[in-house]
C-alpha cells in the first residue's frame, strides 16, 4: 500500500523542495495549492490539489486513509494550524505545522501537532556562522527538551567525549563541525563545535552549567 504525504504549499520553494524528499524516500506526495501556483508543480511526480474556494473544503473531500505525513508550511500560522488539526481529526499520524506565533505554537502541542519555529532555524545557522555564544533548551514534551549550545573555551563539557557525556546525562547529542555531523561516542567535544542534545531537561541543564 502505497504510503502518501500532504503538503500545504508554502508559496515559495520549500514546498517543491518537501515532494522532492518525500517522493524520493518513496511517499505519495499530495500538493494543496492555488490556481496561479499550480504549474510550479506540473512536472513533478506529485498530485496536485487546487484550491478553487479555500483550503478546509478541500482537505474535507480527501481520502486521507493512506495519509502517513501532512506539512502545513504556509506564511499563515492559523491557516497551518486549522489545517493540522483537520487532518488530525482524520486521523493522520504525523501533522507537522511552521508557526511564528507562541499562541498558535502552544495550540499545536495541545493538539498533538508538531510545530517547526522559522525563527530558531535562522538563529542556530546565524550564531554558527558567527561563532557567537549560544545555549537555549527548548521543551519538546512533557519533561523532555532539546539543547542547542555553541561550545566556548570556558565551557566545562570541552573535552569530553560524546558517549562520556551521553552516559552521564542520559541524552542523545549530537555535534555539528563545520559542514560535519558527528555522533560518534568517541568524539571528544571541541570549542566551536554546535552542541545538539534531546534529553531531560533537568540534565540538559546540567550541560551549560
Known amino acids: 500500500m502505497a504510503r502518501e504525504a500532504l503538503i500545504l504549499d508554502s508559496n515559495d520553494d520549500l514546498a517543491a523542495q518537501l515532494a522532492t524528499i518525500l517522493t524520493e524516500n518513496g511517499y505519495v506526495a499530495r500538493i494543496l495549492t492555488t490556481r496561479e501556483r499550480a504549474k510550479t508543480f506540473e512536472k513533478m511526480p506529485v498530485y496536485i490539489h487546487t484550491i478553487l474556494e479555500n483550503y478546509e473544503r478541500v482537505v474535507k473531500e480527501l481520502d486521507f486513509s493512506h495519509i502517513e505525513i501532512a506539512i502545513f508550511a ?53 550564531l554558527r556562522i558567527l561563532n557567537l555564544k549560544f545555549t537555549k533548551i527548548i521543551p519538546i514534551k512533557g519533561e523532555i527538551s532539546m539543547l542547542e549550545m555553541l561550545v566556548t573555551s570556558d565551557s566545562k563539557i570541552l573535552g569530553r567525549t560524546i558517549g562520556d557525556l551521553e552516559d552521564d546525562t542520559g541524552s542523545k547529542i549530537t555535534v555539528v563541525r563545520g559542514d560535519e555531523l558527528i555522533t560518534a561516542r568517541e568524539a571528544e567535544i571541541q570549542e566551536g563545535d554546535y552542541l545538539i542534545a534531546v534529553g531531560y531537561h533537568a540534565e540538559l541543564q546540567r550541560i551549560t552549567e
Open 74 to 126: 504556509s506564511p499563515n500560522d492559523m491557516l497551518n494550524l486549522t489545517m493540522a488539526k483537520l487532518a488530525r481529526s482524520h486521523g493522520v499520524p504525523i501533522v507537522i505545522i511552521t508557526a511564528r506565533s507562541n499562541q498558535v505554537i502552544q495550540q499545536a502541542e495541545e493538539a498533538g501537532v508538531l510545530t517547526i519555529i522559522p525563527h530558531h532555524c535562522v538563529l542556530s545557522r546565524l
